[in-house]
């Protein structure tokens, strides 16, 4: 296995790599100072409270990873995965653009959600166009992947830093612009490397080939959705209405999109369960994918505080003073991509490693060790939190070994989860679960951001037990994962 990795890979996994790597430079570097730019009332920002700001950002965060969905089936059925990528470059680029003007709030929100709708296009595609490049699948496409992941985390590492640097320190606009300036970077690289290297890769859409079958289903497909779309507007007018939700304020409608989500994932699953013609083995693997679901919802929901509670921590109760100078609390963020960086390749070695030893442990044992490292990184920010509310600062240790818990934890679930998603989703559905994976992120995104809305800066001694709640849900959840490993891995009909 090791010498088919090692065999030099096409140029065009280098041109999606740096073109990923700006394009994750942009989004990773304006999001570590949005938060920071919305609570903001000296430096001209948004002046909100925590709670209303980190609904925006949740709501933001959530909608980039669910604008996947439209984004993945605009390639497949109309522009191809080229086009997709180049446009959706663009329109982030213009988004950062609109950021980087200081106009008030209409334009601000105007800017995010270009870049929001610019990402839902730019992102499921650009990973899927990477494993077009090994139509042969197996470990060179596994290792093509590892490859990828790397650019991600090291455009994310520089965007936090620059992007982090300068909006801090010399003005938000500045940073925002810097974020325009890196995605114009990437544009550049994918439209003269695309050209070149991945010629004929992406260009159509996947042919769909209609009979008159397939067209009286898409028929009956179509009526259905449309039906469950009013559904869903009569329930949220309900919910409205009767008061249970009000959807005026930002918290109000983060939790209405928390909702939606939830519905759209479950009807989802249950569909493909009982009306998908699946045969009795891939009914008990899209049991496991809804396990994984809701795990990897979990685990982003914490690790995703990064840029919420976690950046709140860092900025208000963190000693963030070295030799005179003192730290952007955006920095902190990068920890996680850091981490990632240097411990993805130690990962990966101790599986093949466990592996040669028939050791390697499966999906839900993973799983399991992500949800309950991240469990643990909270329990360490209970005990920092224990000293913020006495009014001291707490020692950077303590944010510095819960991000290396978390990344310890992502590279657990995160890798290996996509490619279980990829294997585990019977045929003619791997595009759509994988669709479903980002929306598992977006769903994790929208809860990090709900939940910080109780970091309030008048209210601080609610902390350590906001923060023991995630560490106990998660640690839990991991448990019951570690405990049920076994059926969990006969659900998934021999594939491991
Ligand atoms: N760091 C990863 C990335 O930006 C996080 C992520 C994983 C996001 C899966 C969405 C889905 O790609």
Redesign the pocket.
């Known amino acids: 296995m090791s010498a088919q990795i090692s065999q030099k890979h096409p140029t065009g996994l280098y041109v999606l790599f740096f073109a990923e790597m700006w394009e994750?430079f942009s989004y990773y570097g304006m999001r570590a100072i949005l938060l920071l730019f919305l609570l903001d009332s000296v430096r001209g920002g948004m002046a909100m409270n925590a709670a209303e700001a980190a609904a925006i950002y949740g709501l933001y965060t959530a909608s980039v990873?669910l604008l996947t969905l439209p984004g993945g089936w605009l390639a497949d059925n109309i522009l191809g995965q080229k086009k997709a990528i180049w446009y959706g470059g663009i329109v982030i680029m213009l988004g950062h653009i609109i950021l980087a003007v200081p106009g008030g709030s209409g334009l601000f929100f105007l800017g995010l959600t270009t870049v929001a709708v610019g990402t839902g296009l730019l992102k499921p595609n650009i990973s899927s166009i990477v494993g077009e490049l090994y139509p042969e699948g197996g470990a060179r496409r596994d290792a093509a992947f590892s490859i990828f992941y790397m650019g991600?985390?090291l455009g994310?590492f520089l965007g936090i830093a620059i992007v982090g640097y300068l909006g801090e320190r010399i003005s938000w606009h500045m940073g925002f612009g810097a974020a325009a300036v890196g995605m114009l970077l990437g544009l550049v690289v994918f439209r003269y490397g695309s050209a070149r290297h991945l010629k004929g890769m992406g260009d159509v859409p996947p042919a769909r080939i209609a009979t008159a079958e397939s067209d009286a289903k898409n028929g009956t497909n179509k009526k259905l959705g449309y039906a469950f779309i009013g559904a869903l507007v009569v329930l949220l007018i309900v919910l409205q209405s009767s008061g249970v939700l009000d959807m005026t304020t930002a918290q109000g409608l983060a939790k209405g999109a928390g909702v939606i989500i939830v519905i759209i994932s479950a009807s989802y699953f249950l569909f493909i369960l009982f009306a998908g013609g699946l045969t009795r083995v891939e009914q008990y693997r899209v049991v496991v994918l809804i396990i994984l679901f809701l795990a990897i919802a979990l685990f982003w929901a914490g690790y995703e505080q990064a840029g919420t509670s976690l950046q709140i921590f860092a900025e208000r109760h963190t000693q963030r003073v070295i030799g005179g100078w003192e730290v952007p609390s955006s920095w902190f963020q990068n920890f996680q991509p850091t981490f990632v960086l240097l411990f993805a390749p130690v990962l990966a070695s101790l599986w093949i490693y466990l592996s040669s030893k028939n050791l390697n442990p499966s999906i839900p044992v993973k799983f399991a060790a992500g949800l309950i490292l991240l469990g643990l990184s909270f329990f360490v920010m209970v005990a920092a939190s224990k000293i913020a509310v006495t009014g001291q600062l707490a020692s950077p240790l303590f944010l510095t070994f819960t991000y290396f818990l978390h990344t310890i934890g992502e590279l657990c679930v995160?890798p290996v989860g996509l490619s279980s998603y990829t294997k585990l989703a019977p045929k003619r559905y791997v595009s759509q679960l994988m669709g479903i994976w980002?929306v598992g992120?977006s769903l994790g995104n929208l809860i990090a951001g709900i939940f910080a809305g109780g970091f309030d800066e008048e209210n601080i001694m609610q902390m350590p037990g906001l923060f023991n709640q995630v560490a106990i849900i998660t640690t839990v959840f991991g448990l019951i994962l570690l405990v049920f490993w076994k059926p969990i891995k006969g659900w998934m009909g021999g594939i491991s």
């Open positions: 994750r990873y991600i985390n994310s995160s980002f992120a």
